[in-house]
């Protein structure tokens, strides 16, 4: 049986994959690392810089990526030789303390990734931000999501697990909260950075398109009346279960829900999320929410 014919993942530009010399790590252990450059241009916020600007967000969103491609090599490989399959998306009436997954059966293979800062890097749309510091506005998102498609980038590793779900017949399924309205513009920017096709209805899964408002159980199952779902991808608790955002819910207790003693192992085994300090559900919380009145230090020296 052949489970895939990949022999080596493509380059992180989607370049065909090089064989290695031999001397790759001593040549970069006898290396210096070059020295940082100076800033350049306005100053950019820290969760931008963060984000779209460093290795460790790229070394992340890799971690997370391998982990996915492991996965789908594991769960095809079992399906064809008739392991039966389990989604991961949550079945109507389950709780987080008390989780219950949809069947399977003889569903093919599909992985649920968010869009925005999951699957697409909005580097025009930040850029803009930063540039004019102006707060959210849904007009003017919904003009990026009309006009944007060729100032987005693929998010690092999406490409090569692209590679991988096609070599291991898993396909991809898209479930954003950008507008349906606009589906033909966000299959262009799938399409423009390398991860598409997504046909709208199908692999691709919009705003209004099921269930109404921005939460996404409603479409998640809509796609696992069709799919096996075998991963969520996505960068909000919101992107695996509406769950995980109950009305008033304070920072503390979604910490809880996320590190649930039924659910953490969904971590890594099915679920991945990846970092957005940009924008989202993350951030929320003044002082008493973050810092726990029993955490508090005060610098002795400083109280002088």
């Not at 100053?43 to 491609?69: I, K, R, T």
């Not at 989604?87 to 389950?94: D, H, I, M, T, Y």
């Not at 709780?95 to 569903?107: E, H, Q, S, V």
Request: proline fraction near 7%; charge should be negative.
């Amino acid at each position: 049986m052949v489970v895939t014919g990949l022999t080596a993942l493509p380059a992180p530009d989607g370049a065909p994959a090089r064989a290695g010399t031999g001397t790759g790590m001593a040549t970069g252990i006898a290396t210096a690392m070059p020295s940082a450059a100076p800033a350049r241009g306005a100053a950019v916020p820290p969760g931008m810089q963060f984000l779209y600007g460093s290795g460790e967000a790229v070394a992340l969103d890799m971690q997370a990526y391998m982990l996915l491609n492991d996965l789908m090599f594991a769960r095809s490989s079992g399906a064809q030789v008739g392991h039966a399959e389990r989604s991961v998306v949550l079945a109507p009436g389950a709780t987080l303390d008390r989780p219950d997954y949809l069947p399977c059966g003889d569903k093919p293979l599909a992985v649920v990734f968010d869009i925005d800062e999951t699957a697409l890097l909005n580097l025009g749309y930040e850029a803009n931000d930063a540039r004019t510091g102006q707060p959210y506005d849904p007009a003017r998102w919904d003009r990026w999501e009309k006009t944007g498609a060729d100032a987005v980038a693929a998010t690092p590793g999406m490409l090569e697990a692209r590679a991988v779900a096609n070599a291991s017949h898993v396909t991809f399924v898209f479930n954003s909260n950008r507008s349906a309205a606009n589906a033909a513009a966000t299959a262009q920017a799938l399409d423009k950075a390398g991860i598409g096709p997504a046909v709208h209805g199908d692999t691709l899964w919009l705003q209004g398109d099921e269930g109404g408002g921005s939460g996404k159980d409603a479409r998640r199952a809509a796609i696992a009346r069709k799919y096996c779902v075998i991963a969520l991808v996505g960068d909000q608790l919101g992107d695996f279960s509406d769950l995980f955002n109950p009305a008033g819910a304070t920072p503390a207790a979604r910490r809880a829900l996320a590190g649930g003693k039924a659910i953490k192992t969904n971590w890594g085994h099915g679920w991945f999320i990846l970092p957005n300090p940009v924008y989202g559900t993350a951030l929320k919380g003044g002082m008493d929410d973050v810092f726990p009145a029993d955490t508090r230090w005060t610098d002795p020296e400083g109280a002088k």
